[in-house]
């Protein structure tokens, strides 16, 4: 399987916990996207890496979401102190930048419930 | 800051109806639009259009892009019950490389 791999599928944690998802995309991706998905909500963006540069981060992103992508392969995203606000899919995605207008290629996601 | 509003919410139909979807954006900018349908996890990538008045098609499906009017339609002509799904609605700017996503409308095709 080539496509946008994300681990775990599921996570359950308690309010408080800090929890950490993993991203592995397309291996010829360069770009690396992280999205945040609620129920009857379109995915609303969280931060994007061009290789291991995080380019741009949503301001809604609080300072408790960090994410890295240190070799510009997989990335990771940690949450800290995890609010059940928290509760979405995580999404990841990944693009090339040899395409002006390159289509995202999503991951399956980590769903995350906070109790 | 860049705006995306898809409708309706949501649909309900029989199979073999024809469907469109909306999407209307603000954005400043404009690169793109992209349609999206989601199942059950993942998004997949339908369209893509950038220039108006060209119309995208594939199988039953089809989308059209007006730049004027600052909107999309995505058709879908005979219904099956495997369009049951989110279908969504991004734009690119020229400012960043991020998709802004509508809000999505919910299809289901009852058989």
């Not at chain 1, 800090?18 to 609620?38: A, G, M």
């Not at chain 1, 540069?53 to 301001?59: F, I, P, V, Y």
């Not at chain 1, 392969?73 to 207008?101: H, K, P, V, W």
């Not at chain 2, 969504?88 to 802004?100: D, F, I, P, R």
């Amino acid at each position: 399987d080539t496509g946008v791999s994300q681990n775990p599928r599921h996570k359950i944690t308690k309010r408080g916990q800090n929890v950490t998802f993993r991203c592995d995309p397309i291996s010829e991706h360069n770009r690396l996207y992280w999205y945040r998905q609620t129920l009857g909500q379109g995915p609303e963006f969280l931060t994007y890496f061009q290789n291991e540069a995080q380019l741009e981060k949503s301001r809604l992103l609080s300072d408790r979401f960090s994410a890295e992508r240190p070799k510009g392969s997989f990335s990771t995203l940690e949450i800290q102190r995890t609010e059940q606000g928290d509760s979405a899919m995580y999404l990841c995605a990944s693009s090339t930048d040899r395409l002006i207008n390159s289509p995202l290629h999503f991951g399956n996601g980590t769903r995350l419930t906070v109790t | 800051e860049d705006k995306v509003v898809q409708s309706p919410l949501s649909l309900v139909v029989h199979e073999g109806d024809t469907v469109t979807l909306n999407c209307s954006y603000e954005v400043t900018n404009f690169r793109s639009l992209l349609w999206y349908k989601q199942e059950k996890k993942a998004p997949t990538f339908l369209f893509m259009l950038t220039s108006s008045g060209i119309e995208k098609k594939s199988g039953r499906l089809s989308s059209i892009l007006d730049k004027k009017e600052l909107f999309s339609i995505l058709n879908i002509t005979a219904t099956q019950t495997g369009d049951s799904a989110i279908y969504l609605c991004a734009v690119y700017n020229n400012a960043g490389n991020m998709l802004t996503f509508g809000g999505g409308t919910r299809l289901m095709v009852k058989p």
